[in-house]
């Protein structure tokens, strides 16, 4: 059970920071400062960090927060009528694809 929650928590800090990256390019045109607190989390995060490990949890909470904000500023726009966010910011080849080239 230990090893699926673990993987759970990689899949989603993967998806956090994903999402935020692309949503940062989108919301940009909207919300210029959370865009730049988006992109500068991310690029922050590619210092120590690479798809498949766990982030620092007080870094998680910080990433989970910026999406929660990206969320929000997204459901402003009209995007929000053609797709969901998490519809608009995924990998073109899906979730399952993408953890499937990035877990260990």
Known sequence: MFG?????VLKEH???VYQ?????????????????V???QVE???IFWSPGKEIPNPIAKSVLNTNIR???????T????GKSFDEAFK??????QYFRDHLP
């Open 91 to 96: 990998p073109i080849m899906g979730w399952d």
């Open 20 to 36: 935020n990256n692309l949503a940062a390019h989108f919301i940009a045109i909207f919300d210029p400062e959370l865009a730049n």
């Open 4 to 8: 699926f929650l673990k993987r759970a």
């Open 14 to 16: 993967m998806k956090l």
């Open 78 to 81: 009209a995007a929000k009528y």
């Open 38 to 40: 988006a992109r500068s």
């Open 70 to 76: 990206l969320r929000r500023a997204y459901d402003q």
């Open 44 to 46: 922050s995060l590619y």
